[in-house]
């Protein structure tokens, strides 16, 4: 979980462009344009902010919205989830059902003070 000084982060639209560019340069990801970022309400299983992105992976240019998810404060998540175990299954059920793609995953949290 994350402190409240890890949440403010997140919901900082002058800090996550930049940490997205580095989760992005970690993937092997080129030419980065990330705009519209913006935090999005709703539960608290996750934190989740939607952006605007256009980058270049593995030859490929891809260019869309995308959401971010992140974990919510210390105490405060409605159910206790898996980031790894969702990112796992997003994945494997993409072959059979009109599902977002699951594009990267930051586990750990090395390019952001926490997981992704």
């Known amino acids: ?35 519209g970022y913006a935090p999005m309400t709703g539960g608290y299983s996750r934190l989740m902010a939607r952006f605007d992105a256009k980058f270049t992976i593995d030859g490929e240019q891809e260019e869309g919205t995308f959401v ?27 072959p059979h059902l009109n599902t977002p793609p699951a594009r990267f995953l930051d586990a750990e949290g090395s390019q952001k003070e926490h997981p992704l």
Do not use: H
């Open 1 to 35: 979980m994350q402190d409240s000084t890890s949440v403010r982060g997140m919901q900082d639209p002058s800090v996550m462009p930049e940490k997205i560019t580095a989760l992005l340069d970690s993937e092997g990801a080129t030419d980065f344009d990330i705009s």
């Open 68 to 94: 971010l998810r992140g974990d919510p404060p210390e105490g405060q998540a409605i159910i206790e989830t898996d980031r790894s175990q969702e990112y796992a299954v997003l994945k494997s059920v993409a």
